[in-house]
């Protein structure tokens, strides 16, 4: 099977040469210094015209700052507003992750989980009323849980209808050599509920490896293609 390379690209600069490259799926985000906040409407406008072009889907990252992942009502409607903009543009998927925070761990944010997918699978409202639903990835946030944490959360994503989690497998700057094990559970609990999409570390020198060793035929990076840039 077909190995499929999803590129996180920050803005339009490097899609082009990605695509030119092999990246089969464009996760779109604004100002990756702080592991990416959600794209203009301009540049995600961009984006899907470019990428239905060549065949290539959109998932529009959906994620108001950065910092932490625990977002108050205000952030909640703008994360809200940015899902409904983007499924109005016409992208394929939306990226975003929500947490609680409490006695100094992080636990799953499943009620606004459930409006964000709502809001990315239900009726469309305001902008994105005659929009098709889109797909939905759980982002990076998902590494802040612990193991025992993290299969629960998987088992409430699938039922809420996630189609995928993004993780490392790990804490952020471990190789991803050494999150291997772990990933591969959380492979193995996910079944055919979830896909789980290793990012983090991963390059178009090791994608192919590290994918038959986990498990998984998707794989996601800034690295995950070989392009050259403009």
């Not at 932490?68 to 983007?86: G, K, S, T």
């Not at 609680?100 to 964000?116: I, M, P, S, V």
């Not at 772990?182 to 020198?205: D, K, M, N």
Request: charged residues 20%.
């Amino acid at each position: 099977m077909e190995l499929l390379k999803e590129f996180c690209a920050e803005n339009m600069t490097l899609v082009p040469a990605a695509v030119a490259a092999g990246a089969h799926r464009i996760e779109l985000c604004d100002n990756l210094a702080v592991g990416g906040t959600s794209p203009s409407y301009g540049v995600t406008k961009a984006a899907v015209a470019f990428a239905r072009e060549h065949d290539v889907w959109v998932m529009a990252m959906v994620r108001p700052r950065g910092g932490d992942f625990a977002y108050d009502v205000r952030e909640q409607r703008m994360m809200l507003d940015d899902i409904a903009c983007a499924r109005a543009l016409g992208v394929d998927g939306v990226v975003f992750g929500c947490l609680r925070y409490g006695d100094a761990r992080a636990a799953l944010d499943a009620e606004l989980a459930k409006r964000l997918v709502d809001a990315a699978k239900g009726p469309g409202s305001g902008l994105s009323v005659d929009a098709p639903p889109v797909q939905v990835t759980f982002h990076m946030a998902f590494d802040a849980l612990d193991g025992e944490a993290q299969l629960d959360a998987l088992d409430v994503l699938a039922s809420l209808g996630v189609e995928r989690v993004l993780t490392h497998g790990g804490p952020a700057g471990t190789p991803i050599a050494e999150n291997v094990e772990h990933l591969r559970e959380l492979v193995a609990h996910a079944g055919t509920h979830l896909i789980i999409l290793p990012g983090g570390g991963i390059s178009w020198q090791n994608a192919r490896q590290v994918a038959d060793l986990v498990g998984v035929h998707e794989v996601h990076g800034t690295k995950v293609v070989r392009c050259v840039k403009p």
